[in-house]
Nanobody, 126 residues
Framework: QVQLVESGGGLVQAGGSLTLSCAAS????????MGWFRQAPGKEREFVAH????????YYTDSVKGRFTISRDNAKNTVYLQMNSLKPEDTAVYYC???????????????????WGQGTQVTVSS
């Protein structure tokens, strides 16, 4: 079992950068693969990025490739999302998620993740 708390959201101008953090409770953080999802106003929640347990493998949705970087520090029980060259369409509530069983679904599906944070708002102005 793990509890997740996101932080780092805020208001930024288009073209700017922002880094989100997700702090996990417990001493078993390295047992979980992690993901970031986002939900824009009036839209469904969508996959953003995934990182495996060791941090050696990452995967991104096409719209953020080259701009966003997911990373983790298992010693600090924290996963990060570095967002560069932000666009107004990146505006959304960003959620951190943790999973343990890849058999539940591919990493782009919500069903693959068991635990979720409460979300943090990211607003990109034009």
């Amino acid at each position: 079992q793990v509890q997740l708390v996101e932080s780092g959201g805020g208001l930024v101008q288009a073209g700017g950068s922002l880094t989100l953090s997700c702090a996990a409770s417990g001493r078993t953080f390295s047992m979980y693969f992690m993901g970031w999802f986002r939900q824009a106003p009036g839209k469904e929640r969508e996959f953003v990025a995934h990182i495996n347990r060791s941090g050696g493998t990452t995967y991104y949705t096409d719209s953020v490739k080259g701009r966003f970087t997911i990373s983790r520090d298992n010693a600090k029980n924290t996963v990060y999302l570095q967002m560069n060259s932000l666009k107004p369409e990146d505006t959304a509530v960003y959620y951190c998620a943790a999973g343990m069983d890849y058999n539940l679904g591919t990493v782009v599906r919500e069903r693959a993740y068991t635990y979720w944070g409460q979300g943090t708002q990211v607003t990109v102005s034009s």
